[in-house]
């Protein structure tokens, strides 16, 4: 799924990004071996997370190893950065490549990403903000935003929604049948091997105690399943 972390630099300080699939154990030792191998030379720089830590204590010990290496930490101009971040992750699973096709993703002005296509197997969006997809996500696709994630047609890949710890994020699918479904920090699996034989839109949310439910999104409808 491409590098554990990624430094990317802007002219308003450095960006660093980390895959939020992998354990903060290999987040932590991946960043301090980028940062000795650059021993001096982000010096000075003044830098943001792309995606701040969920935990506290995490993101405090990421911050310690910048610091440690001379960076300063200016959270602020992460708010500078993306939106000057034209193009966002939207390629392979393995991030070597990149699709910069603005007529199959185009950024709005509301944080809202509209893709214009399906999603195959292998390919791989991640986005700061909503995620509309005007078609499907076929299994092995991927599709992580920080905030909700609507797919006009059938879901079959994997989804998270509100990827930054958004509990209040959702998930629409007219069939919503992923292989893996993720709102903030839970996790669910689609039942039945994926098998489901509703033919209207379904929304996926977070009760109270954590738990992903997916009911009919026609509010008319009977409350459908809950997933664990």
């Known amino acids: 799924m491409g590098e554990v972390v990624t430094i990317k630099g802007t002219r308003h300080g450095l960006l660093i990004l980390f895959d939020p699939e992998k354990d903060f154990e290999d987040i932590r030792q991946n960043l301090y071996k980028k940062m000795e191998a650059a021993r001096g030379f ?18 405090e010990k990421l911050e310690q190893i910048c610091q440690q290496y001379g960076l300063i930490h200016q959270p602020e101009i992460r708010a500078k950065i993306i939106p000057n971040t034209t193009t966002p992750t939207v390629g392979s699973s393995t991030g070597s490549h990149l ?15 509209l893709v214009k296509r399906s999603l195959r197997s292998g390919q791989r969006i991640n986005y700061p903000g909503h995620v509309v997809i005007l078609g499907d996500v ?25 990827a930054a710890g958004d509990e209040n994020a959702r998930v629409v699918a007219h069939r919503l049948t992923p292989a893996q479904l993720r709102i903030s920090s839970s996790i669910a699996c689609s039942p039945a091997d994926g098998e489901n034989d509703a033919d ?20 008319s409808r009977p409350a459908g399943r809950s997933s664990n």
């Open 200 to 219: 209207y839109p379904e929304i996926a949310y977070l009760s109270p105690d954590g738990q992903i439910i997916v009911e009919a999104y026609n509010s």
């Open 42 to 59: 982000f010096k000075g720089a003044k830098f943001a997370f792309y995606q701040e830590p969920v935990k506290n204590e995490h993101k």
């Open 138 to 162: 076929h299994a092995g696709a991927e599709v992580v935003a920080y905030g909700n994630v609507m797919v006009m047609g059938s879901c079959r890949g994997v989804v998270h929604a509100g």
């Open 99 to 113: 699709v910069n096709d603005a007529t199959a993703s185009q950024p709005s002005q509301n944080g809202t990403l």
